[in-house]
Every structure is written in C-alpha cells, then in structure tokens.
Nanobody
Framework: VQLQASGGGLVQIGGSLRVSCEAS????????MGWFRQAPGKGREFVAA????????RYADSVWGRCTISRDNAKKTVDLQMNSLKPEDTAVYYC?????????????????WGQGTQVTVSS
C-alpha cells in the first residue's frame, strides 16, 4: 500500500490542525493505520492508530484527549485532528500501515510509511 500524507503547517499554541493520509494500492494488506511523529533530534514516536474494519483506536498518553483519529473507508483516508496544540507537538508526522491486529504503538509493526508532513507549533 502507498501512503500520501498532507495537511501539515504552522499553527499557534492552542490552535488546531488536521493532517490526512491517503492510502492507495492493495488495501486488504492493511489492517490498521497509525500516525507517528518525529521531533528534531528525537526518535519516532507513536501518536495514534485506527483499524480500518472496526474503527478501534489507540492513542499515546501525550495526545490523549487532544487528538482524534478517524478513517473513511470509501476514500481510503485516515485523518488526525489535533487540538490544543503545544510546542512539543512540533514534529514531522508520518502515517503508516500495518497488517497486524495488535502492537500498533510499535514502529516495527508497520510495513508501509508515508513521506511525512511537517507540523510546527509556535507562539
């Protein structure tokens, strides 16, 4: 499956932003979609994930209550709505696809990655 992320940008502290990921190709190989982020000088960090079929979601503690992941099966898109943004949310955001039904917070569970989209939160 090929993934294309979009929607990043510059936003003020406390603002909102939505990033989107469009999947193309052989979707049946993808059971769930995840969002990860990588801040400068840091490793890639899990943000959220959602199952295509059940809609079950998982969130990192750092974004719990501030982010909502959703999917549109017809359009093959997964969105991440981020609210109450903080400077520590600044990162490149990557969408990824996994065939697994578990361990969605682990980077190694994913076998396809999008190119990333920059989100910058500033005052």
């Amino acid at each position: 499956v090929q993934l294309q992320a979009s929607g990043g940008g510059l936003v003020q502290i406390g603002g909102s932003l939505r990033v989107s990921c469009e999947a193309s190709g052989r979707k049946p190989s993808s059971y769930a979609m995840g969002w990860f982020r990588q801040a400068p000088g840091k490793g890639r960090e899990f943000v959220a994930a959602i199952s295509w079929s059940t809609g079950i979601t998982r969130y990192a503690d750092s974004v719990w209550g501030r982010c909502t992941i959703s999917r549109d099966n017809a359009k093959k898109t997964v969105d991440l709505q981020m609210n109450s943004l903080k400077p520590e949310d600044t990162a490149v955001y990557y969408c990824a696809s996994t065939p697994l039904h578990f361990q969605w917070s682990l980077e190694r569970s994913y076998n396809s990655w999008g190119q990333g989209t920059q989100v910058t939160v500033s005052s």
